[in-house]
């Protein structure tokens, strides 16, 4: 297994040397173009890189769909588009932002239904609460009474 | 009690995806093109300049698409595969040359022997990223109405040969 | 013969670790004094036992033994003797060790700092602490032994991967595996407290310094993580939401909840059934972390290489820790009383609150990190969850606890009065607006986002204020103190967490400002040419060859010249071929400063001999490591506080600050 992870990383990694005489430098063109390839290629993920998105990868695949990207909006494809494009090719596993459809419901909104839920369940157990006396502050106990003492100072 | 059991189960079933999660491999990343047809391109054909490999070249057959590229070292690996399948006349091979040139290509395989019914030259790459290649050596299986259905990325094993590769060409022809 | 002497006292560790559970949980049957004493040595025996075995692999390391394995697959004669040492936790087999090595200390320091606890309880928690080691000395003998021969020996190693070779990188995996294991100590108070049925608010007051001391070893490790990638993986980025980071964040966030929910539990008595669950989530989170960068069920940018041995292993482990832990949780919590009863609005409400989401937020990036898998595993696709994901989830989760912790402190516990609150944070909130909108024009372009994240950060900063300066008003009045020793006399806890805060705050502005201002430019550079980047001239002046002692390279210098035409700053942004692992790497220069870094890194080589250079301004960009290390030092003051260190001193003290 060893073996076959290092063949496996030697070969992502020939395929990033693969990448240095394709180069394209895009000095030429304006501050705000180069943003919104930037900010495009920062969605999507490099696929031969363990987990990097295209705008920091200095990967060949990288390098070519960042220029694919910038090739794509200077024909003024939007970034509609110019995302369908690469899940067409490569599939949903390019989005790093994961569109959102019924297998990714839970994905999108688990968190605020477990918020919601959470909230709910506090609020109604208070409200049971509210009812009986205080459980288990026994005044007997000596370190309740210590903190009782220390009250003043623990509103610290 | 029932309540406070809540978490252990939020654990088991945490744990029962976990251990599926082992034996998957999360590198591996299917192709959306499989089960859709090939995309168009025409591209010059190695060796012979002047004629032109296209979509539609082997419409009617059933064929092997084998991206490859003389930089590329797992596709060494490949390579007595590849010659072995050609020598078997089971299937045609048609070969990509990917990001590569005319020059060492055809010195690549004049070194290692050509297993390639034809070589379309892809200079620039932009119809290996229309059929969404990122890792060389890759290879697809079409069928003969042009429709993608087998693909795989990284070099080929003769047990992915023997029992993926050829028993769908066989039911395809 | 070294490594057999590390691999035979690892063996040795693990038998004491064996005897010492089974003696301390025999020990808590039959009650025995005898028994119980036991392991107060024993810690000392296997961190001893660890220790030798941990120095064995280093010297391996430092003396170039290629006939062992984890030496020849991660060292290199030609290797800087500092990195050979750090090679010795460098590879997944060193870093178990470096694990066991930790967990060993902490069990020692247990040992050594609980004087004033019951023997009994002390017992338990060293056997819960040594039952964790068995498992981790079980999967280092048995899967992965770092100190496996190599026969016939390598002439040479392989070298360290060359991201490694950084300073960061020597001193990040020690700090970050001191705050995992860390809560090992918390996880074994809970499981002790379980056991004895010893809930109570001494409980908590024991387990605050330990998991506070574990907490703030994680901070310090997650921000030199961060730093590192940031000037190590060459284009400037600091938090990339993967996998490896997730699973330390995860135990950051459940301990930063827990740190809250202890101080309610030791104050009022209340959340004991949550303080105790949130103590075995915390740890647990800390294992998982453990899996996930070690079996290979995700990809990540700094995963081990990996092996579904593992895998299986750690998950088998897991679901017996994990498992058993989570069964006694659901078997005891109901026989734990409520504790206290607050209002809603007290300073409990806020607490709970801040735990909510805090819980919320880690439950959501363990949803992200898993979801991939979960998905994959159903059958229904692969999909990637990144950035835009967390970042979606995260910030709308963390803007209200940020809120509330401006409003937490200044709260009453039981039962605080609105009007009272309004009165006092009216013009800390008044001030906090006014410069969030403000400051944002001043530096140069307005956006919500700046402005919210300002907003939160002035909040955090004034309320602070606000309420110390009430602390001291409070209690000069009707004394006749200085204001000098007022101050004296305020806890150092109360410090602690006003810095802790602050450092919140730090970090908020540095995310801010460098988010919504930073500037970058690719450009195509040959020597003699120059960029001009916000008012800054970087101009390429040479490029060099470079040798070092395991690579080759090209070395840039650039200067950087402010707008006035002075000479800020020459960087030497670098581009190294590491020779063995024939891997390329780029190390970016940086010049830092308190307001904004510089940041260049070389790109790709064209064929024309010219460069593509990345360039970037990023303001305020060290405040976010800076708070880090902020929020690290308020949890050193906390536990620094006196209550800590002697009960019978403090009791006494109390009384006269409540006099």
């Not at chain 1, 490099?46 to 910038?70: F, G, K, P, Y």
């Not at chain 3, 949130?278 to 998982?288: D, G, M, P, Y």
């Not at chain 3, 803007?399 to 605080?416: C, S, Y």
């Not at chain 3, 020459?570 to 510089?598: C, N, W």
Request: aromatic share 12%; net charge neutral.
């Amino acid at each position: 297994m060893t073996k076959k992870f290092f063949l496996s990383t030697a070969w992502l990694f020939f395929l990033s040397l693969s990448s240095i005489s394709n180069a394209q430098p895009s000095s030429d063109l304006s501050a705000d173009f180069q943003e919104k390839v930037k900010s495009i290629s920062a969605e999507l993920r490099c696929l031969v890189c363990q987990n990097q998105t295209i705008a920091d990868s200095n990967a060949s695949l990288a390098i070519d769909l960042r220029n694919q990207v910038s090739r794509m909006l200077r024909q003024g494809k939007s970034e509609q588009e110019i995302k369908r494009y690469m899940v067409e090719r490569y599939g949903d596993f390019v989005l790093y932002d994961p569109p959102v459809k019924w297998q990714t419901w839970a994905l999108w909104f688990g968190p605020f239904l477990l918020l919601v839920l959470a909230i709910a369940f506090l609020v109604s157990s208070q409200l049971k609460r509210r009812a009986e006396p205080d459980s288990d502050f026994n005044p007997a106990n000596r370190e309740d009474l210590r903190a009782l003492l220390r009250g003043d100072k623990d509103q610290l | 009690m029932r309540k406070y059991l809540l978490p252990l189960a939020v654990f088991v079933l945490v744990a029962i995806f976990l251990w599926r999660g082992l034996f998957l491999n999360p590198q591996e990343v299917p192709s959306p093109l499989i089960g859709k047809s090939i995309p168009e391109f025409s591209l010059p054909k190695l060796q012979k300049e002047n004629s032109v490999v296209t979509s539609e070249t082997f419409l009617g057959k059933v064929w092997v698409l084998n991206v490859f590229a003389s930089w590329c070292t797992p596709c060494l690996d490949e390579h007595p595969m590849l010659m072995e399948l050609a020598s078997q006349n089971r299937v045609m091979i048609v070969g990509l040359n990917y990001k590569d040139g005319f020059q060492s290509a055809a010195d690549w395989l004049g070194k290692h022997g050509n297993p390639y019914s034809a070589v379309a030259v892809d200079i620039d790459g932009l119809v290996g990223m229309d059929f969404g290649v990122y890792g060389v050596p890759e290879t697809f299986l079409i069928d003969k109405s042009g429709v993608i259905r087998y693909k795989k990325i990284g070099p080929l094993s003769s047990t992915e040969i023997q029992d993926e590769l050829l028993p769908l060409v066989e039911s395809l022809q | 013969m070294i490594p057999e002497i590390g691999h035979f006292s690892i063996i040795l560790a693990l038998w004491v670790s064996v005897a010492q559970t089974l003696i301390c949980f025999g020990g808590a049957v039959r009650s025995s004094p005898r028994l119980i004493a036991f392991p107060r040595y024993s810690s000392y025996v296997i961190f001893l036992l660890t220790l030798a075995g941990f120095c064995c692999l280093a010297t391996s390391f430092l003396v170039d033994d290629f006939s062992v394995l984890n030496v020849a697959s991660n060292s290199n004669s030609q290797l800087p003797w500092p990195y050979k040492l750090a090679a010795s936790w460098g590879s997944h087999e060193g870093s178990l060790l470096l694990w066991v090595l930790m967990l060993s200390g902490w069990m020692s320091a247990v040992s050594l700092f609980s004087k004033q606890m019951p023997d009994e309880m002390r017992s338990l928690i060293l056997g819960v602490m040594s039952a964790i080691a068995i498992g981790f000395y079980l999967f280092m003998l048995l899967t992965s032994n770092p100190f496996d021969r190599l026969l016939p020996p390598a002439v040479d190693g392989r070298d360290l991967n060359p991201l490694l070779q950084d300073p960061g990188m020597v001193i990040h995996p020690p700090m970050l595996y001191m705050g995992y294991v860390g809560f090992s100590v918390v996880f074994a108070f809970a499981i002790g407290a379980l056991i004895s049925g010893k809930l109570d608010s001494t409980w908590a007051r024991w387990s605050r310094p330990w998991t506070t001391a574990a907490w703030c070893f994680l901070t310090v490790g997650i921000a030199l993580g961060s730093w590192w990638a940031y000037y190590e993986l060459g284009w400037g980025g600091w938090w990339f939401w993967d996998p490896v980071e997730n699973a330390s964040f995860m135990p950051w966030l459940c301990g930063t909840a827990l740190i809250h929910s202890l101080s309610v539990t030791e104050k009022r008595g209340s959340f004991k059934i949550w303080t105790v669950l949130l103590s075995i989530i915390t740890f647990s989170l800390s294992l998982l972390g453990t899996f996930l960068v070690r079996s290979g069920v995700l990809t990540s940018v700094h995963a081990f290489a990996t092996d579904p041995e593992r895998g299986v292993f750690i998950l088998g482990f897991l679901i017996v820790v994990i498992g058993a832990s989570l069964l006694l949780f659901a078997w005891r919590a109901p026989k734990v009383g409520l504790g206290g009863n607050f209002n809603f609005i007290s300073r409990e409400s806020a607490l709970l609150a801040n735990n909510v989401l805090l819980v919320v937020a880690a439950a959501s990036v363990l949803l992200g990190t898993l979801y991939p898998l979960f998905l994959d595993a159903m059958g229904l696709g692969k999909i990637s969850v990144g950035p835009p994901y967390f970042d979606a989830i995260f910030f709308p989760l963390m803007a209200p606890a940020m809120f509330l912790m401006g409003i937490g402190p200044v709260l009453r516990w039981k039962n605080a009065k609105t009007l009272e609150l309004a009165t006092k944070l009216k013009w800390a909130f008044a001030i906090s607006l006014v410069s969030a909108i403000i400051v944002p024009i001043l530096m140069g372009g307005w956006s919500v986002f700046v402005s919210i994240g300002l907003l939160l950060g002035f909040w955090i900063v004034v309320s602070g204020l606000v309420n110390l300066l009430e602390q001291i008003r409070r209690i000069r009045m009707g004394s006749e103190r200085t204001i000098f020793q007022v101050i004296n006399s305020l806890p150092r806890s109360y410090y602690g967490m006003l810095v802790a805060h602050f450092g919140v705050a730090v970090f908020i502005f540095g995310v801010t400002l460098v988010k919504g201002y930073e500037e970058e430019r690719d450009v195509k550079l040959a020597v003699g040419g120059s960029v001009e980047l916000s008012g800054y001239r970087f101009s390429l002046a040479s490029l060099d060859d470079l040798i070092g002692p395991n690579y080759n390279g090209i070395k840039g210098t650039v200067f950087v010249h402010g707008a006035d035409g002075k000479l800020v700053s020459t960087l030497y942004p670098e581009k190294r071929f590491y020779h063995v692992q024939s891997m390329p790497m780029t190390e970016a220069a940086i010049d830092t400063g308190f307001f904004r870094d510089l940041y260049v890194s070389l790109g790709e080589a064209l064929e024309d001999g010219s460069w593509v250079v990345r360039v970037y301004l990023k303001p305020f960009v060290d405040w976010i490591w800076g708070g880090a290390f902020l929020m690290a030092l308020g949890g050193l003051l906390a536990i620094s506080d006196k209550k800590y260190r002697s009960k019978r001193r403090s009791v006494p003290n109390q009384a006269t600050v409540s006099s």
